[in-house]
């Protein structure tokens, strides 16, 4: 039995992912400390000028999440044991918290939280859509922190992991890694990755939405198979290296995003996928290899 933190966001996904941790028979969630929305993308765009295809865009977004996870999220037991302002809350059916009761983000670091985390002895703190995490919780849990980075690294870093790879139409880079967590940006060591399922006629939030439940899946064994897992050699950092921030996030670039949609992105992929895939390659741990 593996006894783990999640530190985690409060939107469908997050939800609907430490609500599926928590549901191992083999995992014991301590707590789930859940962060609000706030500087969130939706929040910065809102405030911008020239914003309607971007807005549009993440509404669907939410809409497909929302489809995609509702019915899990409002009819699985919390086993999670969520905490909004450091104090956990019992189970409810309703999916959504009042926003008053969410930890404002990157509060997660403040002396009360780190010492109530580090006061409950978990074997793990696991993390996935939280804020940037710094000190004591870094040293804390050396080794015993993971993140998952919701893109394949090191070819794609920053924001927007999964959505840069479609603009750029190469596909092949939209994944999920799990990886050890340090001070810097997606650059902690790489544990394991799985790369994106797709299928005819997807859309951008289908693709998003399966991965998301393939990367709960895959972490869900990460955290049960933690003590078989072998130290990976790491990919070499790309020459050509794609780092994105939210300002990169422009109109502009939704507009390519549907058009690459429009002109059969996802199709022309699967056609060439075994060898688009043999040249990107991903680190995958023989420590979860024949394990279920």
């Known amino acids: 039995m593996k006894r783990v933190v999640i530190l985690t966001g409060s939107e469908a996904r997050h939800t609907f992912f430490r609500k599926y941790i928590a549901r191992s028979a083999d995992i014991a969630v301590c707590r789930t400390y859940c962060e609000g929305l706030e500087r969130n993308l939706a929040a910065l765009v809102a405030g911008q000028d020239d914003n309607s295809l971007r807005s549009r865009h993440l509404a669907a977004r939410e809409q497909s999440e929302a489809d995609f996870f509702t019915l899990f999220n409002e009819h699985v037991a919390d086993e999670s044991n969520p905490c909004f302002r450091g104090k956990p809350k019992p189970a409810r059916s309703p999916m959504k918290t009042e926003l008053r009761e969410l930890i404002p983000k990157g509060d997660i670091n403040l002396p009360e939280h780190a010492e109530s985390?580090?006061?409950?002895?978990?074997?793990?703190?696991?993390?996935?859509?939280?804020?940037?995490?710094?000190?004591?919780?870094?040293?804390?849990?050396?080794?015993?922190?993971?993140?998952?980075?919701?893109?394949?690294?090191?070819?794609?870093?920053?924001?927007?992991?999964?959505?840069w790879p479609l603009v750029n139409s190469e596909p092949e880079y939209v994944g999920a890694t799990f990886m050890h967590i340090d001070a810097g940006v997606d650059t902690g060591e790489v544990i394991h990755q799985i790369r994106a399922r797709m299928s005819w006629g997807d859309t951008p939030s289908s693709i998003g939405n399966r991965l998301i439940m393939d990367m709960a899946a895959a972490f869900e064994r990460i955290i049960r198979h933690f003590d078989h897992l072998s130290v990976m050699e790491q990919i070499p950092k790309p020459d050509n290296d794609r780092y994105y921030r939210q300002r990169n996030y422009t109109e502009e670039s939704v507009t390519r995003l549907y058009e690459q949609f429009r002109d059969g992105l996802v199709e022309q992929y699967l056609a060439q996928e075994i060898n688009r895939c043999q040249a990107a390659l991903i680190i995958s741990n023989p420590g979860l290899e024949l394990r279920s």
């Open 117 to 163: 985390i580090i006061k409950l002895e978990p074997d793990l703190l696991v993390s996935y859509g939280c804020s940037i995490i710094c000190e004591p919780l870094l040293s804390a849990f050396h080794r015993r922190f993971i993140n998952v980075h919701l893109g394949l690294s090191p070819y794609y870093r920053g924001s927007g992991t999964n959505f």
